[in-house]
């Protein structure tokens, strides 16, 4: 026989005893933890050992470790066919929300269950609660309450149904519901609506204010002393017999780009950090309900999201980043070079050189806001030739900015 015919055999063959091992080893770890492998061989070794030595200490070890094994084996006999499954009643909520989850545990079995445990991770922290005896057909619903204390992407669960002695020596665990991810959005603030832009533009969008000088036709109106004649629509003046105005709807390209920076280096404390994220996420749901076209930019995230729910989402996921571009400027640039407002959210620790330098680089054509975020200071607005910069010490100070500034 050929080394070629042997080579592919001897790889099958190794390949069948590295499933092998595997099998083996999870069989000895399935049901039988570390601790209670070491109990249950050191007892078999204390028996074996008192038989030349002779010593009673030995014998009593033994006795006790393997009786101890034997009763955790006892223990964790018995029915774990359970059906379970976890819900939320919603999967977006705000900071300081109260959230339950609801586990629904079922036997779907003929025979009776056994007592068990039920593990539930909610992030970190992992929620124990127990399972009663259950006839078949029973179910048992448990609730799980718990304050949503940060932003984040929670993730809640797998459920895991576990059977076993309260030393921790034998373990029954299966797994019977998968994870379930839970949305923490940002606190935020309602804000006015945001009207500064490129006044007529012919891409802009209708603002509501009514101006006699624009591209969107709004209807006519009786002349008044002052009114330029280059507005008189003489078709109709000659119908009514009175001078008729032409008024027009204000139009604005509203365009916005929305930065934050998350460099924790930038920010005075995390409280800081998640009042900047706060600040980001009340300005972009304001400019989304406008149906203002809007990209974002966090660190390496930029998006260009459609509706306020799908940028809360993506404001929960924001993670301090010290990697991240301290030049806030280049990165929105280079995703939002033509935007009509740039607003910028930064942290106390940058310096108003810096601010400068980074505002500079933006187009001169737009409006720029930088807001600054300095936890407990009192609200400012500080105008620039190039720019304006706000200071936020809370999160009540953005609507009294935000309706001087927009």
Not at 21 to 32: E, F, N, V
Not at 139 to 158: D, M
Not at 230 to 240: F, G, I
């Amino acid at each position: 026989m050929s080394a070629s015919t042997q080579s592919p055999r001897r790889r099958h063959a190794a390949r069948l005893i590295r499933r092998a091992r595997r099998r083996i080893r999870r069989l000895l770890s399935a049901y039988i933890s570390p601790l209670g492998w070491a109990v249950a061989l050191s007892g078999v070794a204390a028996l074996l050992a008192f038989l030349p030595l002779g010593w009673h200490e030995l014998l009593a070890y033994g006795v006790a470790a393997v009786t101890m094994t034997l009763a955790a084996i006892v223990m964790s006999l018995g029915n774990t066919s359970f059906k379970a499954s976890i819900s939320l009643p919603k999967r977006r909520v705000t900071v300081g929300d109260t959230v339950a989850v609801r586990v629904d545990v079922a036997n779907p079995g003929r025979t009776p269950t056994a007592t068990a445990r039920g593990d539930l991770p909610i992030g970190q922290m992992h929620e124990r609660f127990a399972i009663p005896m259950l006839g078949p057909g029973q179910k048992k619903q448990t609730e799980v309450e718990f304050r949503t204390l940060s932003r984040a992407v929670l993730p809640i669960g797998p459920l895991r149904i576990r059977k076993g002695d309260p030393f921790g020596l034998v373990r029954h665990e299966k797994r019977l519901a998968e994870r379930i991810e839970l949305f923490i959005h940002p606190a935020t603030v309602p804000l006015r609506t945001l009207d500064a832009g490129l006044a007529r533009d012919l891409e802009g969008q209708p603002s509501g204010d009514i101006v006699d000088d624009d591209l969107d036709f709004y209807g006519l109106r009786e002349y008044e002393p002052g009114d330029d004649v280059r507005n008189v629509h003489w078709l109709s003046t000659a119908k009514t017999g009175t001078l008729m105005i032409r008024q027009y709807e204000a139009t604005r390209r509203t365009d916005t780009s929305l930065t934050v920076s998350v460099n924790p280096d930038e920010y005075a404390s995390s409280g800081e950090f998640e009042l900047a994220v706060s600040v980001h996420a009340s300005i972009g749901v304001r400019c989304l309900m406008q149906d203002r076209p809007l990209a974002t930019h966090a660190g390496r995230a930029h998006s260009s999201p459609r509706n306020a729910m799908d940028f809360l989402d993506s404001c929960s996921m924001i993670d301090p980043d010290r990697d991240d571009n301290p030049n806030l400027a280049e990165g929105t640039l280079a995703h939002s070079p033509d935007a009509s407002f740039y607003f910028l959210t930064v942290g106390s620790q940058r310096d108003v050189d810096s601010i400068k330098r980074m505002a500079l680089a933006l187009p001169k054509s737009a409006t720029t806001l930088v807001l600054q975020t300095v936890e407990g200071a009192p609200r400012a607005i500080r105008r620039f030739p190039d720019f304006t910069l706000a200071t936020v010490g809370g999160l009540d100070d953005l609507p009294l900015i935000m309706g001087v500034l927009a």
